[in-house]
């Protein structure tokens, strides 16, 4: 490749920044030369002419073509090099191997002094912070950008706005990097901004199409989004169920900032927003100073708007309640955080009713705001540190003077699901205590294998109150995400409020203890008396423990009933088992010694508790070689991917089947389902979805898939559609149906999104009561608490042995949810297996495995693969 002289290249930008960006655009036009003002501003006379340009680095202006992270990362590594007020921080990597690297801004001494700034952030949370040392503090700053890998203005913008800093010898420039860290984050979700980079790419032409029509613009299925498992990384930020969502995380605790600029695109229809947003929708936890900050933050972008005559609006659309965002887990966190939604033209230019939107103008925007977010914070410095300090000084003084009050948590489904949550606390710097022996807390044990102590009193109080809130009453009934996220219903935990453990009760380390062998050991020996071991069905972990010994050919049968027995190696001591557990007969055509080793290696791995039958004959129900023993089978699903499928709800699926179970899952997307021989699965999954792609032929195929003795596992929309190809027969009610519980009497026009909010269902987690004799419950906590977002239920039903669990008749757990829906739901079934032929379909009419947090309900997948072809 040629490469021209640096002042070649800066002379063609400057010819270029005279024109229109795209000549094509200027027939069509509604774009002007402010589609080059990013351009024009990176030529300014206070830039130093020795860092090299984005468009000396590319071979282009920024904007031509869309950006890959790989070629982010590797300007930024110039940047570092080349200037002294720059270096590079890690996030991480993404889910496929993608370095999320931040760039670090500040003065050269600030620089040389990054670890003693590093180690008073590590400080902060404990509220030790003197006024006086703090103001001799920088600032810091978080500007991060295009977590929807599909907005991609942001990461653009943020290698300008890099560059500026790194070159920039303006004195306000200079005044803010003494005083201030600013951290730039381009691309927080790398797997999906290159996913739709290349769609933008491979789809873009000589000339510039704005129909919105146009493939440039409607990206093929999941689309850019999503991560590799198809999740919203800005639905993660509490959850933290991706590599890159942990390491945003960790990177936002290493760092501690003031204030966070979140940045992304809405729809092109659009204008520009920035927060506050609307005022009644913000979450009670959030401190009314943190919204007077981000009012007079808001100032500051106002002026920067309107000096490039960009339109805008504030405090519509977008509230500040959901803390699992990037703009509203700082605001829970002692800093302030500021979402910005620019709308998008999803490639480079689309038309819009309020003009072409273009790329190079979206950038500007992003650009703009920017600096109005360094300028602003800049200027509120003192009030953003003095936010900060008070917000950890007073969760410290509580600490100071607060008893050891505070949540005793036990797991039902003992040590997998306290490791994933105590994992979870640390990330976020909560605090908790193992027990080290057992506490009875109102007819409860709590053992330490699957509970834990979390201290009210300590620095991430308020982040605590949040993760287990349960209001069910609020000011305005819109959400624009969910209502709810309580951790006790999610992880389906028992929890006792207000407990009172003594000191000698608890414990920094866990206590290895177990009824055979405890899961920190590599080996186990099992006594030579055993004939057979058995596994609680009710561990989280036994799921992925089963499928790994199926994968070595290991026999596994499970109990149909419950039972109990007397252990060899707990002093004959009766043990009960719920139904659903399994049992590994020591004689079968694999060696006993192979199955002792296999067993123990992979008990060790899965943190599951192993128990040693000494004989047959159980001290209460079946003997072991009864019938009721039920041999598994190996398992092959299917799972409908698509257009037709709701993408994340699909990802959630295949996260499951293949990171907690370890199946190899084969992904299909819908319109290929009629040339595939479906006998080869056991198993097909539906997620959510129209499924309006499928044909006719399909519709049959699959009608004699079940007759033939195939399972189908089908939730929410597609149940609508099943019931209309007479694949199931349960009549499930749609949104159009349930809308009509709604009175519309005497409504005025005002009053129309109102009534919208109480229709939908955007978050709320609702009561289940279990038929536990049902192989699709074995295993749950009853009543069971799900995560309701879809408006479908069943009618009631007087069809025998079909209903596996219903709806309470006070269902409301926590979150919002209408009271007609409430009625309409109580009592009706949210879990039918219907027999068809030799197959079932399951049918669920909610997302058991909601966000790939709902690791409570998780186990309903695992039934429904493992036990309910044979036992039906």
């Not at 939107?357 to 410095?381: C, K, Y």
């Not at 009853?782 to 479908?792: G, T």
Request: proline residues 4%; neutral net charge; without cysteine.
């Amino acid at each position: 490749m040629i490469s021209l002289p640096s002042h070649l290249v800066r002379l063609l930008i400057a010819v270029m920044a005279s024109l229109p960006l795209f000549v094509s655009l200027s027939a069509s036009s509604q774009t002007s030369a402010a589609d080059t003002r990013i351009n024009q501003r990176l030529l300014s006379e206070d830039i130093n002419a020795d860092i090299t340009l984005p468009a000396e680095y590319l071979g282009y202006p920024l904007g031509e073509w869309h950006l890959r992270h790989d070629q982010i990362n590797q300007y930024l590594q110039i940047l570092a090099t080349e200037s002294e007020r720059v270096s590079l921080d890690s996030a991480g990597y993404s889910q496929e191997r993608r370095h999320q690297l931040t760039a670090v801004i500040t003065s050269e001494t600030n620089q040389k002094n990054l670890s003693d700034i590093l180690a008073y952030r590590s400080k902060v949370k404990f509220g030790t912070m003197q006024n006086s040392r703090s103001n001799t503090q920088p600032l810091v700053v978080w500007l991060a950008y295009s977590i929807h890998g599909d907005e991609a203005s942001g990461a653009h913008a943020a290698i300008a706005l890099s560059h500026y800093l790194a070159s920039a010898n303006a004195p306000w420039v200079k005044d803010l990097l003494e005083d201030t860290v600013i951290l730039i984050t381009p691309t927080q979700n790398p797997d999906g901004f290159d996913r739709f980079s290349n769609w933008a790419n491979n789809n873009k032409g000589q000339v510039v199409v704005t129909d919105n029509n146009h493939r440039e613009h409607n990206q093929d299925w999941p689309g850019g989004r999503f991560n590799h498992y198809l999740a919203d990384l800005n639905r993660d930020w509490l959850f933290l169920r991706h590599p890159a969502s942990q390491g945003r995380v960790a990177f936002f605790h290493k760092w501690q900032p003031h204030y966070v600029g979140d940045f992304h695109e809405m729809w092109h229809q659009q204008s520009y927003f920035f927060q506050p947003g609307v005022p009644d929708r913000v979450n009670p936890l959030t401190s009314k100073a943190n919204q007077q900050l981000s009012n007079e933050l808001a100032a500051f972008h106002r002026q920067a708007l309107d000096q490039v005559k960009q339109v805008y609006f504030s405090e519509q659309m977008f509230d500040d309640f959901f803390y699992g965002k990037g703009s509203t887990y700082p605001d829970i966190n002692g800093a302030v955080g500021i979402l910005f939604e620019q709308a998008s033209s999803r490639g480079q230019a689309q038309a819009s009713p309020n003009g072409v939107v273009t790329l190079a103008n979206s950038i500007d925007n992003q650009f703009a705001t920017s600096i109005s977010s360094l300028q602003g914070a800049h200027n509120l410095r003192e009030k953003l540190m003095k936010y900060q300090t008070d917000f950890f000084s007073s969760n410290a003084k509580r600490t100071r003077d607060g008893k050891q009050t505070g949540r005793l948590i036990k797991a039902h489904g003992g040590a997998a699901h306290i490791s994933q949550l105590t994992d979870i606390l640390n990330q976020h710097k909560i605090s908790f205590k193992y027990l080290a022996k057992p506490i009875e807390d109102d007819d409860i044990i709590f053992s330490e294998q699957d509970s834990i102590f979390i201290p009210k009193s300590q620095p991430q109080h308020d982040l605590v109150e949040a993760l287990f809130d349960k209001r069910t009453e609020f000011k305005d009934e819109t959400f624009y995400d969910i209502s709810t996220w309580n951790f006790e219903s999610a992880l389906g935990l028992t929890l006792i409020e207000g407990a009172k453990p003594s000191i000698k009760f608890l414990a920094d380390k866990p206590v290895a203890k177990a009824l055979t062998i405890s899961a920190n050991t590599t080996k186990t020996v099992f006594p030579d008396e055993a004939v057979a071991l058995i596994v609680d069905w009710q561990q989280a972990a036994a799921a992925p423990f089963l499928q790994q010994l199926l994968h070595q050919g290991v026999l596994v049968k499970y109990a149909l009933k419950p039972f109990s027995l007397s252990a060899a190696n707990s002093k004959n001591l009766p043990v009960e088992f719920v139904a659903g557990s399994l049992q590994i007969p020591l004689k079968q055509s694999v060696s006993e010694e192979q199955v002792r080793q296999i067993v123990s290696e992979l008990a060790a791995q899965y943190q599951v508790n192993i128990v040693a039958a000494s004989s047959s004959h159980t001290a209460a129900g079946m003997d072991l070689g009864s019938d009721d023993f039920i041999k598994v089978q190996p398992v092959t699903p299917l799972l409908v991917t698509g257009s037709d499928t709701n993408a994340s709800e699909t990802g959630q699926l295949w996260y499951y089947l293949d990171k907690t179970l370890g199946i190899p899952v084969t992904m299909v997307n819908s319109e290929r389902l009629t040339s595939i021989d479906l006998s080869a699965y056991s198993h097909i999954f539906m997620a959510d979805g129209p499924y309006h792609v499928i044909s006719d032929a399909t519709s049959r195929q699959l009608g004699k898939y079940v007759s033939d003795g195939g399972t189908i596992v089908a939730q929410k929309r597609a149940l609508v559609w099943l019931k209309k190809r007479n694949i199931l027969k349960s009549e499930p009610k749609s949104k159009r149906e349930l809308n009509n519980l709604f009175s519309t009497s005497g409504l005025k026009f005002g009053d129309k999104s109102k009534l919208d909010a109480r229709q939908s269902i955007g978050g709320a987690i609702v009561s289940l009561t279990l038929d536990q004799t049902h192989p699709i419950t074995f295993g749950l906590p009853n009543p069971l608490h799900v995560m309701k977002n879809r408006e479908i239920s069943f009618g009631p039903t007087s069809t025998p042995f079909i209903v596996a669990a219903e709806y309470d008749n006070e269902l409301l757990v926590s979150g919002f949810l209408a009271k007609e829906y409430q009625r309409s739901f109580a009592n009706t079934p949210a879990m039918i297996v219907e027999k068809k032929g030799k197959g079932e379909v399951v049918a669920l009419t909610d997302n058991l495995l909601f966000r790939n947090i709902w690791l409570g309900t998780e186990k309903v997948y695992a039934n429904a693969l493992y036990f309910v072809p044979s036992a039906m």
